[in-house]
């Protein structure tokens, strides 16, 4: 992928613009470049990778961690796309694999991956384990609020598998799954 943004880089027919979920938009193209473009990213599997990936997978976001920081606990960036991997079979195991839940990681407190914006925010506390957050609203405008800590990843995904479930047997109509987690998190105190 990177040699396709790279050789659409170097046509000079585009801009490019990152987003702060880490979303890379390719603008400025004139309609007479836009087949060139495209093409470019078909013969790279752009297209096919982004038209492919999950809703979950699409609403991620992570902070660099180890090796590039030197605050960081856990794995963030490179360990977020394999556990998404993970996670994607339960969502579908509920009819889930279309909500747009924000799921955001990072390898230490000090948050650079918005962990504590999100649905369900990840946050290193040592190689491998994690404290979960839930009750995050979609749009990053409440902040969520611890729920288990140091979780391995077995524990994660039996944990989201058990919320998920519950989602999926006592949401509202249309309610988001921040929300009702934030919902849920308020019956049990």
């Known amino acids: 992928m990177k040699a396709g943004l790279l050789k659409i880089a170097q046509t000079g027919k585009a801009n490019f613009r990152f987003t702060c979920n880490q979303n890379l938009i390719l603008a400025d193209i004139d309609e007479k470049d836009k087949p060139e473009i ?10 096919d990778y982004t038209n492919g990936a999950s809703a979950l997978r699409k609403n991620s976001v992570a902070c660099v961690a180890l090796n ?5 606990l856990a794995e963030a960036q490179r360990y977020l796309p394999s556990l998404v991997t993970k996670i994607e079979p339960i969502l579908e ?4 694999q279309e909500e747009d839940i924000t799921i955001r990681m990072t390898g230490c407190p000090n948050g650079c991956g918005r962990s504590p914006n999100a649905e369900i925010g990840f946050v290193g506390t040592a190689y491998g384990k994690y404290n979960l957050h839930i009750g995050g609203d979609r749009l990053g405008m409440r902040l969520n609020t611890k729920y288990k800590e140091n979780l391995g990843e077995e524990e994660i995904l039996a944990t989201l598998d058990e919320l998920f479930g519950i989602y999926v047997q006592k949401r509202l109509a249309e309610e988001t799954f921040g929300d009702f987690s934030y919902r849920y998190l308020h019956t049990l105190n």
Request: net charge neutral; glycine share 10%.
């Open 38 to 47: 495209e093409h470019i990213l078909k013969e790279y599997g752009i297209l």
């Open 93 to 96: 195991k509920y009819g889930l």
């Open 68 to 72: 590039t920081c030197s605050l960081a």
